[in-house]
């Protein structure tokens, strides 16, 4: 049996993790959803992820922080940040962090999904 893909989704917007966790789910992803960015950092201090999807802009922790924790915890792991606040100078700071891909939002989950399938296929999986 195939090992499914595994994606940790961090937005503090409820409808937003909803959303993308159906979408991902019904493509066949194994998917986990947070709406508060502390428990996804104990989570991900716990558990190893294929892929991790973070807003950027969140109370407490932003995706910054997230994207920090993960590639220190495992840097094989693909982070996509996705934000309504997308500026040059937070894309350079996620580029130079090692991001996988910045999307701005809103966005169409066809778009979102085309996104997690590079980061699958880049990662080998």
Known sequence: ????????VVDDEEIVGKRLLVALKSSGYD???????????????EQEYDIVVTDVRMKDVDGIQILEAVTKRSPRT???LITAYATIEV??????KGVFD??????KVSEFLDVIA?????AGL
């Open 118 to 122: 590079r980061a699958t296929a880049g």
């Open 91 to 96: 894309a350079r700071e996620a580029v130079a």
């Open 78 to 80: 693909k982070v996509v």
């Open 102 to 107: 910045f999307i701005p939002k809103p966005f």
């Open 31 to 45: 998917v986990d959803t947070f709406v508060d960015p502390k428990a996804a950092l104990a989570r991900i201090a």
């Open 1 to 8: 049996m195939e090992r499914q893909t595994r994606i940790l």
